[in-house]
């Protein structure tokens, strides 16, 4: 009897000691960020027709690891919360093919990708054309439909490459000594698009999410110069235009903006403001043939205040071009 009391203790004391790594890499400050960025790209859509952020943050987290239960929880309430029940239901079940697809095909162990341990952004891609095509059989079907959900699908693949490169960014933060250009700059589309979750919020007609972004774009070009301005400024640009509907003009501006903040990044924090200004302010005159209402003025003196409350010492550190062998 004694016995047996003794082994239901120590079994019970087994799955106490199994719970602990599991729970603790659940709340890992790192994956609770991925969460809220999660959470907050979930509650967008492109046009009120693709939910493709949620979608691709699932895949993304599980193709690189991260506890897959708490992201797709998150991007499922995000989704219901921002786009509604529809959505939330063409969400899950797109999610329950994807996991079927990756249960009865294995996903191959991504070799030459090292952010992507696992590759399953295939079978997102298919999941979504099959949830799709079934949807567009119930009327007429059409061939500019199939079209549609190919197209979608390739959308939605496209942010999951990003994203699995953006997300060693927030993981491996003040662990990683150095990284690719890639990823940064995937790190910097994930931040913009989550940002977008404020669009609607502003404070005295600021608004959060040029604040956050124009931020971003500054604190690249100054820690890394013109290169990293430039694409920063080009590829959250681009993404924005992707998840809202913002005109060539907002991108145009961000990668004119971000190449000379980094050209001026010798001259420090004040270098890197002025050439953001100057380069606002020479789109807005190409269009408007002033510069009276120079666009995002109000964003850019909020974001440079924050640029210059940056310490110092602050270090993003690029990986060389050639890795040494």
Request: proline share 2%; aromatic share 12%.
């Amino acid at each position: 009897m004694f016995q047996n009391l003794t082994e239901e203790i120590n079994a019970e004391e087994r799955r106490k000691t199994n719970i602990k790594p599991i729970l603790k890499e659940i709340f890992k400050p790192q994956n609770i960020v991925i969460y809220i960025l999660t959470f907050l790209m979930a509650t967008l859509s492109i046009r009120n027709e693709i939910i493709p952020f949620g979608l691709a943050m699932v895949a993304a987290c599980l193709g690189g690891t991260v506890p897959i239960i708490a992201v797709f929880i998150v991007a499922g309430i995000g989704t219901l919360v921002g786009n509604g029940a529809n959505a939330f239901v063409n969400f899950t079940v797109i999610s329950v093919i994807y996991f079927i697809l990756n249960l009865m095909f294995r996903p191959k162990v991504a070799v030459e990708e090292r952010n992507e341990v696992y590759k399953t952004g295939g079978r997102l891609f298919w999941a979504y054309v099959i949830v799709e095509t079934i949807k567009n059989m119930q009327g007429v079907f059409l061939i500019y439909d199939l079209f549609i959900s190919i197209i979608s699908g390739a959308i939605i693949y496209v942010f999951y490459k990003v994203f699995v490169n953006g997300l060693i960014v927030i993981k491996e933060f003040k662990v990683k000594k150095a990284f690719t250009i890639e990823e940064l700059i995937a790190g910097a589309v994930i931040i913009a698009i989550a940002s977008l979750a404020f669009n609607e919020i502003s404070i005295a007609s600021i608004s959060i999410s040029n604040v956050i972004i124009i931020f971003m774009i500054m604190l690249m070009g100054w820690k890394n110069g013109i290169m990293m301005g430039a694409t920063t400024g080009i590829a959250t640009g681009l993404a924005l235009s992707l998840g809202q509907s913002s005109n060539i003009f907002q991108m145009c501006i961000f990668a004119v903006s971000g190449i000379l903040a980094g050209l001026l990044s010798k001259f420090g924090k004040i270098g890197v403001i002025v050439g953001f200004i100057l380069g606002n302010c020479f789109l807005t005159y190409l269009t408007s043939g002033n510069i009276i209402g120079a666009t995002y003025f109000r964003e850019i003196f909020i974001a440079s205040i924050g640029l210059l409350l940056v310490p110092g010492r602050a270090k993003i550190e690029i990986e060389d071009l050639l890795r040494k062998e």
